[in-house]
């Protein structure tokens, strides 16, 4: 949480024409982490052996920090191969396959990740590690894991998201 909060700059989105600040899309505060840090190298490879997939398919790994108040309303983690961003992303590593998440503390109160297609919320819970698929068996984006991160109510919310790709990063 400290390398978090030494970091941390206001959290953005992929769509470049979103303000996500201004409009209260996403509000929390996120870093990544530096790469050789002994620390961040011994988390990724534990995900990486525990998903099973080398790091070479693997994005860096991001910490995020929400406070009371901050949220990241509903979205979805994989690609829209429809959007302008996709072409350089389908050439780098394609599309995102799995989203692994790691909860850092408890909120007092507030912080879910809530899927609100799938009808569940997920409460914050010091070391559980939260795994989901964002594809179909087919390949094709998996609409279900609409997510979002719940506003915190009270205290603040630490989580470390590693995304992974269909095929090697370039």
Known sequence: MALIDADAEPSKVYDPGVDNQQEGFRTSYSCYFKQFDPIITKIETRLNNVMGIPSSYAESMQGQRYLVGQQFKP????????????????????????????????????????????????????????????????GTPNYSTLHAGMPVLEGAKYIITKWYRQNERT
Do not use: C
Request: hydrophobic share 35%.
């Open 75 to 138: 979205h979805q983690d994989f690609f829209h191969t429809d959007q302008d961003y996709w072409e350089k992303e389908r050439n780098s590593g394609g599309q995102r396959t799995w989203t692994a998440m790691i909860f850092l503390n408890e909120p007092e109160q507030g912080g879910h990740t809530d899927f609100p297609t799938l009808g569940f919320s997920i409460k914050p819970r010091v070391g559980m590690l939260l795994i989901w698929n964002n594809m179909k068996l087919d």
